[in-house]
């Protein structure tokens, strides 16, 4: 957890402006801290947190969140990598495996993301990785002190024809 919470003050800034607000303070060691420890204890009916590891090393984190099931069996992945490990694959993989991991074990029939539109590197991710776009939102998430449109997407399960259990 020490070194995930030292990756997101070090990325704290880039973070700021993506991710959805969740203090009025600046992100410190300390908070950062009280965030995974939150999210190692959260609620695995309704979320799953993953560490995402390159060479051994911690290189951004990964969520499922907002997970329901009966009847949408849908939920929200979101992902983060260091910023000086971006443009090697690394968050296109952590989704692939996400998909892995919700269409699989999870059973999940949707799986959605969302990116501001000009995180131009996020919706090219989302697009190489097959998601299909599904309009703007507007004003969807409260990031940076404003609320922020976002361009949603979502990935259906492959055998998504089959009834939900």
Same mark, same amino acid.
């Given at each position: 957890m020490d070194a995930l919470a030292a990756l997101w003050v070090k990325n704290r800034d880039d973070l700021r402006r993506v991710n959805p607000s969740r203090h009025a303070?600046?992100?410190? &060691?300390?908070?950062?801290?009280?965030?995974?420890?939150? !999210? +190692?204890?959260?609620?695995?009916?309704?979320?799953?947190?993953?560490?995402?590891?390159?060479?051994?090393?911690?290189?951004?984190? &990964?969520?499922? #969140?907002? *997970? *329901?099931?009966?009847?949408?069996?849908? +939920?929200?992945?979101g992902l983060f990598v260091d910023a000086e &490990?971006?443009?090697?694959?690394?968050?296109r993989a952590a989704i692939d495996l996400a998909c892995e991991l919700a269409f699989g074990e999870l059973e999940l029939h949707r799986l959605e993301a969302g990116a501001q539109p000009s995180n131009v590197a996020s919706?090219?991710?989302?697009?190489r990785a097959r998601f299909t776009e599904i309009g703007l939102a507007p004003r969807f998430l409260f990031?940076?002190? +404003?609320?922020?449109?976002?361009?949603?997407?979502?990935?259906? !399960?492959?055998? #998504?024809?089959?009834?939900?259990g």
């Open positions: 303070h600046p992100l410190t &060691l300390e908070v950062a801290l009280q965030n995974a420890r939150g !999210a +190692a204890t959260a609620d695995v009916d309704n979320r799953r947190d993953y560490v995402i590891m390159r060479d051994g090393q911690i290189a951004g984190d &990964l969520g499922i #969140s907002g *997970i *329901i099931r009966w009847p949408m069996h849908c +939920a929200n992945v &490990l971006r443009g090697e694959g690394i968050g919706l090219g991710m989302l697009r990031v940076d002190g +404003a609320w922020r449109d976002h361009i949603l997407f979502q990935k259906l !399960a492959p055998n #998504s024809e089959r009834a939900a």
